[in-house]
């Protein structure tokens, strides 16, 4: 004998999700920067050098120096080129006065004379030292005053902006449950 079952069939339901994400927009600006250079200076003082030539040596060498100076040589020689000037005239007057011993001479004091005096040197001494160079250097100060950069920076804020998406739940196919109830004969 068969025993009649009922028959249970069971459809789930189906919820449908139709989402769409948001959108999220950022912008940053840039940082607002204000800047401000200061150069640097530099000041520079300086002091002149200095040369100092000092060539009284040298002219008074060539006797071309001072004339105080070259006065006061002369006269200090004066008295002594005096009387050397008198013994060559005696030298002279003596040559003249022995003419008879032969001789010409007239012809020798004409061949011997000379314009200058050689032993009437008023001249200073002539040396490669004769001329003093001094010198001294100049200095150079320099002042720096340094330079440098002024910032000014403000950040700006980021520009938000979201847009939202969609979120649609809906049930796209409802539960149900079919019961098949077994056939039973009725006519037996």
Same mark, same amino acid.
């Given at each position: 004998?068969?025993?009649?079952?009922?028959? +249970?069939?069971?459809?789930?339901?189906?919820?449908?999700?139709?989402?769409?994400?948001?959108?999220? &927009?950022?912008?940053?600006?840039?940082?607002?920067?204000?800047?401000?250079?200061?150069?640097?200076?530099?000041?520079?003082?300086?002091?002149?050098?200095?040369?100092?030539?000092?060539?009284?040596?040298?002219?008074?060498?060539?006797?071309?120096?001072?004339?105080?100076?070259?006065?006061?040589?002369?006269?200090? +020689?004066?008295?002594?080129?005096?009387?050397?000037?008198?013994?060559?005239?005696?030298?002279?007057?003596?040559?003249?006065?022995?003419? &008879?011993?032969?001789?010409?001479?007239?012809?020798?004091?004409?061949?011997?004379?000379?314009?200058?005096?050689?032993?009437?040197?008023?001249?200073?001494?002539?040396?490669?030292?004769?001329?003093?160079? &001094?010198?001294?250097?100049?200095?150079?100060?320099?002042?720096?005053?340094?330079?440098?950069?002024?910032?000014?920076?403000?950040?700006?804020?980021?520009?938000?902006?979201?847009?939202?998406?969609?979120?649609?739940?809906?049930?796209?196919?409802?539960?149900?449950?079919?019961?098949?109830?077994?056939?039973?004969?009725?006519?037996?």
């Amino acid at each position: 004998m068969q025993i009649p079952q009922i028959q +249970m069939t069971v459809q789930n339901a189906l919820l449908s999700i139709d989402a769409d994400a948001g959108v999220q &927009h950022i912008q940053q600006p840039r940082a607002t920067i204000d800047m401000k250079q200061i150069r640097p200076e530099q000041q520079f003082e300086t002091t002149q050098s200095r040369l100092e030539v000092d060539q009284d040596k040298a002219w008074d060498a060539l006797a071309l120096g001072n004339n105080l100076e070259t006065m006061s040589k002369i006269y200090s +020689m004066a008295s002594d080129m005096a009387l050397r000037g008198l013994a060559r005239i005696v030298e002279k007057g003596n040559r003249m006065a022995a003419i &008879h011993e032969g001789g010409n001479p007239i012809a020798e004091n004409a061949r011997d004379w000379q314009r200058t005096f050689p032993e009437f040197d008023f001249r200073g001494p002539a040396s490669c030292d004769n001329v003093d160079i &001094h010198f001294t250097q100049g200095g150079v100060t320099i002042n720096t005053i340094p330079g440098r950069v002024e910032m000014n920076v403000q950040v700006n804020k980021p520009i938000l902006d979201y847009d939202r998406g969609k979120l649609d739940m809906y049930v796209s196919q409802y539960g149900k449950v079919t019961i098949t109830p077994p056939q039973i004969d009725q006519y037996r």
